[in-house]
């Protein structure tokens, strides 16, 4: 709705009036442009590094009591049944 709105010639604080109802701020608005201008889209952009780790204090306890339990059973297996990857 933003982007229709800036293509129809409306600035920034023009756009906020419309949509003041929303609660739409005019830095998010100023944002959403600003990304509209430099990719085309409104999308987030592709981010540079590693995803985030999954390897929570919580997982961690879980993980260990897991082991704990089964202390012979293979790091895949648990892998699996946790649904995270083996390189924990």
Known sequence: MIVALYECGKIPKEIRQTLIKLSI?????????HRYRETGDVLDRPREGCPRSVRTPKLIHAVCEWVRRNLLQKQKRLAGEMKVSNDL
């Open 25 to 33: 701020n005019e830095r998010f608005i100023s944002r959403t442009l």
